[in-house]
């Protein structure tokens, strides 16, 4: 996408700042890093620490690390004074330069532009950038607050488990399957973090996420929402590759960065927390919700014949330790992301 300005995500920013600020949420004088922060949840924390920088006095200084040089694909991000740019590979600096307050792990590739069919890449940036970023902030003075975005895949290491998931069924002794590099890399990284908080090193805790929705996404990579989404756009069919009763849930971007936001400045908790939609939907119903918003398109079946795939969390936990619920549902999803894309 062409010209992205920090002005086109100014409601979706508004939004988290009006919900974390309700339950008295503060990341004033924070020094704050960012590892992945070219992809899609890191840009959306960088996006939303600039908005209270800028609009609101906030003092936060932000660090942010990627593997390539280069611009920023949201030119503003490149020239501001409150990022400091690292151009490096997660695995190999040295992060003892500076004493960081929160660190929010967000660099494992999840594109295939970004390497995430090279299982040396993922586990290169996953297991041993984690193992690294950890060794040097165990030099710190202060404990930081450790954020790894870890991810419900973690839960097919065990081939006994079905969803919907819960984050009490996964221990060491249940692994079956660790054939799927991306999703054991997340649980070897989420065993570091545990290890580290154990030992008082950091403050730290693995967010599972699960399907995730809204603007950043790509309309045009593997992942459905984005695909029905581009294709309904366009007034193109929506097309179904596979199983039409598969089933997922959505959380959308902003209402998950108000999460992961929320739970980091609640120090006590550790652990592991599921991150997803609270509702799971079959990815027939998920298309044909598009036709509310775009009515002159349709639904068509291609490969309906492949086995049924369910990927869906179970959500008690967070509701019942934080005491959040879901407010941004599939349609409201669609109609937010559909707005945001209006703008270009």
């Not at 450790?146 to 081939?159: K, R």
Request: charged share 20%.
């Amino acid at each position: 996408m062409n010209h992205l300005k920090q002005e086109h995500f100014a409601n979706e920013l508004e939004w988290i700042r009006t919900e974390l600020n309700a339950k008295n949420s503060n990341f004033e004088n924070s020094n704050v890093l960012i590892l992945g922060a070219s992809g899609f949840i890191g840009t959306w924390l960088i996006l939303y620490f600039e908005h209270l920088n800028n609009n609101f006095g906030v003092k936060i200084s932000i660090t942010a690390m990627r593997l390539k040089r280069g611009d920023h694909e949201i030119s503003e991000l490149n020239h501001s004074k409150n990022i400091r740019w690292l151009f490096s590979n997660v695995a190999d600096y040295d992060f003892k330069d500076t004493e960081y307050t929160h660190v929010f792990f967000c660099a494992t590739p999840s594109q295939p532009k970004t390497g995430m069919w090279s299982p040396s890449q993922i586990e290169e940036s996953t297991i041993s950038g984690t193992r690294n970023v950890l060794r040097c902030l165990a030099k710190q003075k202060n404990v930081p607050r450790y954020i790894n975005l870890s991810s419900g895949a973690v839960y097919s290491l065990n081939e006994k488990l079905k969803s919907p998931y819960s984050e009490l069924e996964l221990v060491d002794d249940d692994f079956i399957n660790s054939s799927n590099v991306y999703a054991f890399s997340k649980y070897e990284s989420e065993k570091f973090v545990n290890e580290y908080t154990r030992r008082g090193l950091i403050s730290g805790f693995n967010a599972r996420i699960f399907s995730v929705s809204g603007p950043l996404l790509p309309l045009d990579a593997h992942f459905a929402f984005g695909n029905f989404l581009g294709q309904a756009k366009e007034l193109r069919e929506i097309t179904i590759k596979g199983n039409p009763n598969t089933s997922r849930s959505y959380v959308f971007i902003t209402e998950l960065i108000y999460w992961i936001l929320l739970i980091t400045t609640r120090s006590g908790f550790h652990g592991s927390i599921n991150l997803g939609g609270f509702e799971p939907t079959t990815i027939q119903n998920l298309a044909q919700s598009f036709l509310v918003e775009f009515p002159g398109t349709k639904v068509v079946l291609e490969n309906s014949s492949e086995a049924i795939s369910n990927y869906y969390p179970k959500m008690n936990f967070l509701e019942k330790s934080f005491g959040l619920t879901q407010r941004i549902l599939i349609n409201e999803q669609i109609s937010r992301h559909h707005t945001w894309l209006n703008q270009f």
